[in-house]
Structure formats: structure tokens, C-alpha cells
């Protein structure tokens, strides 16, 4: 592998180029910055602008050297006739040291040239005591802390403009996880919906159906055409109300209630007429205590358990009653279905376990328990939800 080739920036280059002429111009036309000395022949002055002006090619991948060559090379016209462009060159030197030196540089840079300053002035104004002294001190402060004073405001704007742009990234990849985890959560949560309202009006059409098809009654077919119409026209019901819950709002279109825990005996008089067929009864128990109202959130929960419940008993229990008891005591509300375990004879729908899934789920988002599973001879789904408005999990 070959090494990296060194290519300095195309401004360097110019400004290494221009210095330099620049330079040569001033020096052939006898344009000199401390002509009162004569330390040394007048082309002395080039040695230090040939040392300095190539350095501006490595201002930016060397400051350490850039800054030590620049020192050594002004410090040194200072003893011949001297060259402003050696000057400016080492001012803008300082400057890129500040800006792409190392941050330890950056901090440091221009507390030392303030001090240098400081220090240059007073011995100025002690050693000469005259007002024109205080020259020297304006002009080193021109030269070595105006650079580095520059450069440091506009190092700290950078970084302070790249820390922005760092939080706005960050600020967006933070919101678009937020929206997918949203878009996520909604999905689930109008998949238990959709689940909970259909299954149990497609369950019974399922059941009655097979019944119709297995029985060669007119009687018993005619009984069960009729529960299969009645429960085809609430699925669409519903599924119209869940259509018009996800059209965009504005649309003319007033969302129906959501259904609570008033609905419950509604709610077992259709699942009655449905297990019928099936030799099912169903009997509520309703020991709430009186109270301030229950969150919507927990109202909703508290009705789809009971309702998904319902909808397994008629897939699953075998002949008997479902008992649904419906409590609230001390800050929860319980609800618990029981309906007989074990085989019956008959249709029965099939099941993938979904409506589990979502009845835990409803209970977990709203910071309950869920229990369900066989419990002697009886299948039990038991959920505690917080009857609280503090109390719910946002």
C-alpha cells in the first residue's frame, strides 16, 4: 500500500504564492517595516519570508510547526530591515493554529498572546516612558492576540454550529423512532380492535353455519340462517364505525361511542342467542360499587375482555354457564369470566389464540394483570385494571 500523497488546499497554495510575491514586490520596491535597524544587508529580509511563506502550504494538516517556523522567522525580521509580509503571513499562521490546531491549542492560543501583549506594553511603556510606547503594545496585540482571538470566536461558532446540526440529527432520528414505535403501537392496537369487535359476530356465523350444513333440519337450518344474518349485519355495524374511526378527521363523519361496561347485558343477550345451539347459558355478575367514572381507556379494556371471552366460550366451552363477574373495590376493577372446560359435542370455531394475546395486552398498556387458563373444571380469564385515572400506565 502506498502512502497518502501530502496535497495542501488550493487556497493555501495561494496564499503561499501571493505572501511570497507580495513579499519580493515590497523588498524590490525598498518598502521596508523597520528600515531604522541595519543588523544586517537589506536582503537579509528574504531569509525569514522564504522560511514563513512556504509554511502557509501546511496550515492546516501542521499548526504546531506553521506556529514554531512563523515565530522564529518574525522574531528574525524584526533584526533586519524587515518585511510586512513575513508579518502578515505569521498573523494569519496564528490565526490557522487556533482553528485547526488541536482544542488543548485552540484554549491556550490566545490567553498566551493576551499575556504577551500585556507584558510587551508595560515593559514598552517602563523601558521608553513615552506615549508613542504604547505602540509596541497595540501592535503585538495587531499581530499575535488579534489572530488568535479571531480564530478562537470562530472556532467556537463552528463548534457550537456543529453541536447543532449533531442535535438536530439526533433530534430526528429520535423522532422518527417515535413515530415508528407510534405507527407500531397503533397497528396493535387497531389489530386487537378489529380483533374484538369481528371475531365474535364471525365466530357465531362460523358455528351456526356448520350447524346448518351438518343438520339436515329445516327447522334447525332456518334458526340458524337467521342467527348468521342478525350477527353478518352487526360485523358490518361495527365494521363500519372502525372505518369511520380511521377516516381522516373532518370527513363530515361523527365517531359512534365507544362501548363501556353499561353494554355488557347487550352484550350477553347476543351471545345467549348464539349458544343456544351450543347448550350454553350466560349469567353477569355485576358487584361494582358506586364511584367516580372509570377512565374511557379502562371502560374500553374492561368491555373487549369480557366480549373476546365470550366470543372463546363459544368456540371452546363445552355445555353449562359462563359466569362474567364484573367488581370494583379498592382503586381496581376486576374482571373475571368463567365458562365450563373440557370437550362438547357439536361445531365449534377455530381459534388461533390472538384473542388471548390481545386481552393481555389491553391489560399490560393500562398497567394491570392478566391471568387466563384452566383452573379445575372451568376455563378462567381474570384481568385487574386500575380504576383510577392517576393510576393508569400512559
Known sequence: MHPKTFRPHRDDVLLAVVSVLAGLLLWSLGVYSTNNRHFFPAWAALVPLLAIGPMELLRRTAPNLTLAVGTVAVVADQFTVGNLATVLVFTDLMYAAVVYGKPAMARRLPIHTGLITVVVTVVAVAWLRTPQSLMIGVITGIVCFGPALTGATLRNHREAAEAARLRAEQTALLAEMDRTQA???????????????????????????????????????????????????????????????????????????????????????????????????????????????????????????????????????????????????????TVAVESPYGDRPGPRAPGSGAGLVGMRERTELLGGRFTAGPSGSVWQVRAELPAEEGEVAR
Open 183 to 333: 405507527v407500531a403501537a397503533e397497528r396493535a392496537r387497531m389489530a386487537r380492535e378489529l380483533h374484538d369487535m369481528v371475531a365474535n359476530h364471525l365466530s357465531a356465523i362460523a358455528i351456526h353455519s356448520t350447524a346448518a350444513l351438518s343438520i339436515d333440519s329445516p327447522a334447525t337450518s332456518r334458526e340458524a340462517l337467521g342467527v348468521i344474518r342478525e350477527n353478518s349485519v352487526q360485523g358490518l355495524a361495527e365494521m363500519r364505525r372502525l372505518i369511520g374511526l380511521l377516516r381522516e378527521a373532518g370527513a363530515g363523519q361523527e365517531a359512534a361511542p365507544v362501548p363501556s361496561l353499561d353494554g355488557l347485558e347487550a352484550l350477553l343477550e347476543r351471545a345467549r342467542a348464539n349458544g343456544t345451539a351450543s347448550g350454553l347459558d350466560f349469567v353477569l355478575e355485576d358487584a361494582r360499587r358506586s364511584g367516580p367514572p372509570l377512565p374511557a381507556p379502562v371502560e374500553l379494556a374492561a368491555y373487549r375482555i369480557v366480549q373476546e371471552s365470550l366470543t372463546n366460550a363459544l368456540k371452546h366451552a363445552a355445555a353449562g354457564t359462563v359466569l362474567v363477574g364484573v367488581a370494583r373495590r379498592d382503586g381496581l376493577l
